[in-house]
T-cell receptor
Framework: NAGVTQTPKFQVLKTGQSMTLQCAQDMNHNSMYWYRQDPGMGLRLIYYSASEGTTDKGEVPNGYNVSRLNKREFSLRLESAAPSQTSVYFC????????????????FGSGTQLSVL | GDSVTQMEGPVTLSEEAFLTINCTYTATGYPSLFWYVQYPGEGLQLLLKATKADDKGSNKGFEATYRKETTSFHLEKGSVQVSDSAVYFCALSKTSYDKVIFGPGTSLSVIP
């Protein structure tokens, strides 16, 4: 009954370092998403994958790259971390292709708290 | 573009008080509306939803009615508990080709 699993839960980076956030879902969902959560701004979509083998930019993609490794896994990479990327990152998934649409819900992981010094 | 606006928090209430968290939206077409809740240290989870005008979503004592004439989806609960302390997000979604749009969230603290 794992749902959406994210690793790590916490990370501290220095400016310029790189890292990859991992996400896996065990619900056989088609769509996966990466959001960042900042105070007063809610959740903003970074990248999404509407189906295995496809990825697209969301609202705030600059400074990030993603890989949809297979149907289960969707990773987010920071190539050269900046203090502006200090945030809480959430991975999510939904069953349909492209997005949850009118009737489905998003399933979220528990988040990664990232600090860039 | 489409957007969701929520009342600013934080909101602090005493146990058993009545809760209202306001949410209004701007969207073309006929979106579905959602309330998600984020408990401390956890990811968001769906609380309730409504898919068309005048629908009422309800769950765990929370209710919200989809009002197209006022483009609103206010969250209400008659008697809050300490365990309701969380951040509440209003959101909208349209077709499968559109992404979910979240409001900024409203933090609720319930004190005994």
């Amino acid at each position: 009954n794992a749902g959406v699993t994210q690793t790590p839960k916490f990370q501290v980076l220095k400016t310029g370092q790189s890292m990859t956030l991992q996400c896996a879902q065990d619900m056989n969902h088609n769509s996966m998403y990466w959001y960042r959560q900042d105070p007063g701004m809610g959740l903003r979509l970074i990248y999404y994958s509407a189906s295995e083998g496809t990825t697209d930019k969301g609202e705030v993609p600059n400074g990030y790259n993603v890989s949809r490794l297979n149907k289960r896994e969707f990773s987010l990479r920071l190539e050269s971390a900046a203090p502006s990327q200090t945030s809480v990152y959430f991975c999510a998934s939904s069953r349909g292709w492209g997005g949850p649409g009118l009737n489905e819900k998003l399933f979220f992981g528990s988040g990664t708290q990232l600090s860039v010094l | 573009g489409d957007s969701v606006t929520q009342m600013e928090g934080p909101v602090t209430l005493s146990e058993e008080a009545f809760l209202t968290i306001n949410c209004t939206y701007t969207a073309t077409g006929y979106p579905s509306l959602f309330w998600y809740v984020q408990y401390p240290g956890e990811g968001l989870q769906l609380l309730l939803k409504a898919t068309k005008a005048d629908d009422k979503g309800s769950n765990k004592g929370f209710e919200a009615t989809y009002r197209k004439e006022t483009t609103s989806f206010h969250l209400e609960k008659g008697s809050v508990q300490v365990s309701d302390s969380a951040v509440y997000f209003c959101a909208l979604s349209k077709t499968s080709y559109d992404k979910v749009i979240f409001g900024p969230g409203t933090s609720l603290s319930v004190i005994p």
